[in-house]
């Protein structure tokens, strides 16, 4: 078998839950955001155990994983952030999930068949303040709600709308989005409605402290022990909960002037010893890390050399005393005094974490640990 591990770190996971508790505040719950497999780190683990650990909402993107979710026993309220499609509503109707909603006809088959089961089903109705991508814009939203009130089977529930920029936290945009939104939570009040749910804050805007007063926050990264961008101050100690290992399946000694991997990019400038890992871009290893990334061997960081392949990649050992096959290769994670982020390989490869951690948590086997 492939000796590549993806560990996901339950503990750190917990720990990066209560301190995002902390940081909110005693009066914020928080929706934490387990959509695209929990950012690949396993939606109903993660989601198991934040339930247990006391998350008040789970966010999800579509029915399926909404549905996945309830048949593993999640019992917690899940928003359906991109909402759902006309034949989803049954099903949605029978799970006790809430859909986000910006349109009209989903909202009038909602209603027709929660009432035909006599069922009441919540909705978060979804404000576009800026992000232009999904939503009922802002100006609109007055309209839309006088049409959505009367229609009996549904509460509404909630009012969300997602930030643009909240990683740059002295953006004006931020704000900007932040008073459209409260402008349109007035207008609903004045409507007659009050939404027990508010939402507006991501990993960004808790961290900058921003729409946290409207009574939820939703973060997705921070739960993962990541920053939304790099360079926010180290005011709170977030744990990375995923780790990718593999092993060392092939060393050799090699003259000077030799060329490795595809396309000859890299020759060596000396004798070296080269060692071979079963990881490649097919395991989420970017191939934008051919002669670029570094991993851990023996807890010293060793260099790419040459292209990464499909399923592997070779690296320079010749400054690390006694490597054998069979030795442990940390390519996201700690090893001895030495840690590589997803935020290192981002940078490295011009994406940013969030892309990281799905493409290796998605592409390889994953193992539970809480210790
Ligand atoms: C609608 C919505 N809310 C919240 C989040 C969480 O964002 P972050 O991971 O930056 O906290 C996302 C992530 O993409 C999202 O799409």
Redesign the pocket.
């Given at each position: 078998m492939i000796p590549n591990e993806v560990i996901i770190d339950l503990g750190a996971l917990r720990h990066n839950f209560f301190e995002i508790k902390r940081l909110a505040g005693p009066h914020t719950r928080i929706l934490a955001?387990v959509k695209s497999d929990a950012y690949g780190h396993g939606m109903i683990p993660v989601a198991r155990t934040l339930e247990s650990a006391g998350i008040d909402y789970l966010?999800v993107f579509e029915l399926e994983e909404g549905l996945a979710l309830r048949k593993a026993g999640c019992k917690v309220p899940i928003l359906i952030?991109m909402g759902i499609t006309s034949n989803e509503v049954s099903a949605v109707v029978e799970h006790g999930l809430t859909p986000s909603l910006f349109q009209l006809d989903i909202a009038e088959k909602l209603s027709r068949i929660s009432a035909e089961q006599g069922k009441v089903t919540p909705v978060h109705v979804k404000v576009d303040t800026g992000m232009t991508r999904l939503g009922v814009c802002f100006k609109d939203l007055r309209n839309f709600l006088k049409e959505i009130l009367p229609l009996k089977g549904i509460e509404l529930e909630g009012l969300f709308s997602?930030l643009a920029i909240a990683d740059q936290p002295s953006h004006p945009f931020t704000d900007q989005q932040i008073r459209r939104f409260h402008k349109v939570i007035e207008e609903s009040r004045r409507l007659g409605v009050s939404p027990r749910v508010i939402h507006i804050s991501?990993?960004?805007a808790l961290l900058g402290n921003k729409g946290l007063d409207l009574g939820m926050a939703?973060?997705?990264?921070?739960l993962y022990g990541s920053p939304?961008a790099q360079g926010w101050a180290a005011s709170v100690s977030f744990k990375p909960v995923m780790t990718f290992k593999s092993r060392v399946i092939q060393i050799r000694t090699v003259p000077l002037g030799t060329s490795i991997s595809y396309g000859c990019t890299y020759t060596t400038p000396k004798r070296c010893t080269i060692a071979t890992i079963p990881v490649g871009y097919d395991d989420g290893y970017s191939r934008l890390l051919s002669n670029n990334g570094e991993v851990l061997i023996h807890g010293r960081r060793v260099p790419v050399v040459g292209r990464v392949c499909m399923n592997l990649t070779m690296v320079d050992v010749t400054g690390v005393e006694g490597v054998s096959v069979g030795d442990e290769v940390v390519l996201l994670g700690a090893q001895g005094d030495e840690r590589i982020t997803a935020e290192e390989i981002s940078t490295r490869i011009g994406t940013i974490n969030?892309e990281v951690y799905c493409a290796i948590g998605k592409s390889n086997r994953r193992v539970y640990i809480d210790p």
């Open positions: 955001v966010g952030m997602h991501n990993s960004g939703r973060p997705g990264i921070l939304p969030y």
